[in-house]
């Protein structure tokens, strides 16, 4: 079955204690991406990827990492979270550079700093 | 880079009206135009899209329109359901010589009822 799957889909955790939320997706698809989901404000993109070793920044990338070093894989680490960072976050794919780039979406994971 | 806005917020109808959701973006060079419908605690799903060199798209009881001279483009959903219930956000993916991104619309949720 085609899909993107993230782990964990709950986290509580402390100020400052290092995180990584993975995720995989199963579809060969070169674009892989991180959003945030906030009340109010919509899906915010904070990383993406257009492939291996190809990263850049999205719209609200401050206070997190990403790696690509498998087409399949694209971690989300917080280095030192804070709460602010308290949010749902999914992950997502597509094809890259063709007609078809309907993105699919991981189940997400709804994180909390205290 | 590209700017989506979404209107309304929230928008309530009795079932078996219709509801018009209406999305506007900045950037002329965009051209992938998909809204994501997201039930309570799942992930975003992707349920009609539209591409640029098209004006109008229909499936089923759903409709997207495209007016790329005014950079507009609406959700149609006919004949509404309880099941229909939900937040519903736009999208417009960036030209991939600018990062092929997909910005978000704010999102509506949808109240139907019964």
């Known amino acids: 079955e085609a899909q993107v799957t993230q782990n964990p889909r709950y986290l509580i955790t402390v100020t400052g204690k290092k995180l990584t939320v993975t995720c995989s997706q199963n579809m060969n698809h070169e674009y892989m991406s991180w959003y945030r989901q906030d009340p109010g404000l919509g899906l915010r993109q904070i990383y993406y990827?257009?492939?291996?070793?190809?990263?850049d920044k999205g719209d609200v990338p401050e206070g997190y990492k990403v790696s690509r070093k498998e087409k399949r894989n694209f971690p989300l680490i917080l280095e030192s979270p804070s709460p602010n960072q308290t949010s749902l976050y999914f992950c997502?794919?597509?094809?890259?550079?063709?007609?078809?780039?309907?993105?699919?979406f991981g189940q997400g994971t709804r994180l909390t700093v205290v | 880079g590209e700017n989506v806005e979404q209107h309304p917020s929230t928008l309530s109808v009795q079932e078996g009206d219709s509801a018009v959701i209406k999305c506007t973006y900045s950037d002329s060079a965009s051209n992938y135009f998909p809204w994501y419908k997201q039930e309570l605690g799942k992930r975003p799903q992707l349920i009609i899209d539209?591409?640029?060199?098209?004006g109008e798209k229909k499936d089923q009881r759903i409709a997207v329109t495209l007016n790329k001279t005014a950079k507009h483009f609406s959700l149609h959903i006919t004949e509404t359901q309880p099941e229909d219930s939900a937040v519903y956000f736009c999208a417009a993916r960036e030209s991939y010589n600018q990062g092929g991104k997909l910005i978000f619309g704010q999102g509506t949720e949808l109240s139907v009822k019964p």
């Open positions: 997502a794919s597509s094809l890259f550079g063709t007609a078809n780039t309907e993105a699919f």
């Open positions: 539209i591409r640029s060199n098209v």
């Open positions: 990827s257009m492939n291996v070793e190809v990263t």
